[in-house]
T-cell receptor
């Protein structure tokens, strides 16, 4: 079975603070893919990053960074120097290489950045 | 630069009515998906298609039907609307994806209320 858990339902930070969004996943597949999507107040889903299970290198893109650790089945997302525009719901998602071609989503973390 | 386009954006239906949610993409993507997002939850897959003429069930297909007569279009039909189908519906598409690692591109969503 596959499952994605985002234990943090809501987080509030003051602008310029750093914030980490947690994601823990479960899967029996040895090859799988992890994603982060952003859903701003306007409602659309925006793809942020994809990580393959066989590539544990962490990644940095501007103020965003991702920490993938297979040993703890976690794929955490850190925003450095948060901005008001970062306010959104963030979803972590898992996709197995086998089975149906769908993403298994976590329940999301609502991030509010206070000016 | 349209991407994935969903219509309508909002709709209110009475119980027992039927309607079709439209989805079209202009990226020549083979794979298309329909998800529903209930309040405070992640997305769940309803149906997906890996190409014209091919569709398959996702996690929550009951009460819905789909067709894929062209690469561009993937309409979702509700035959007998029920209150449990009140949700936000997202259509998505991705490139041909034998390794399950292509990001999905989402439309802006259709907010559907059944009263």
């Amino acid at each position: 079975a596959q499952k994605v858990t985002q234990a943090q339902t809501e987080i509030s930070v003051v602008e310029k603070e750093d914030v980490t969004l947690d994601c823990v996943y479960e899967t029996r597949d040895t090859t799988y893919y992890l994603f982060w999507y952003k859903q701003p107040p306007s409602g659309e889903l925006v793809f942020l990053i994809r990580r393959n299970s066989f590539d544990e290198q962490n990644e940095i893109s501007g103020r965003y960074s991702w920490n993938f650790q297979k040993s703890t089945s976690s794929f955490n997302f850190t925003i450095t120097a948060s901005q008001v525009v970062d306010s959104a719901v963030y979803f972590c998602a898992l996709r197995n290489q086998t089975g149906a071609n769908n993403l298994f989503f976590g329940t999301g973390t609502r991030l509010t950045v206070i000016p | 630069n349209a991407g994935v386009t969903q219509t309508p954006k909002f709709r209110i239906l009475k119980i027992g009515q039927s309607m079709t949610l439209q989805c079209t993409q202009d990226m020549n993507h083979n794979y298309m998906y329909w998800y529903r997002q209930d309040p405070g939850m992640g997305l769940k897959l309803i149906y997906y298609s890996v190409g014209a003429g091919i569709t398959d069930k996702g996690e929550v297909p009951n009460g819905y039907n789909v067709s894929r007569s062209t690469t561009e279009d993937f309409p979702l039909r509700l035959e007998l609307a029920a209150p449990s189908q009140t949700s936000v519906y997202f259509c998505a598409s991705s490139r041909r994806d034998p390794n399950s690692n292509q990001p999905q591109h989402f439309g802006d969503g259709t907010r559907l209320s059944i009263l």
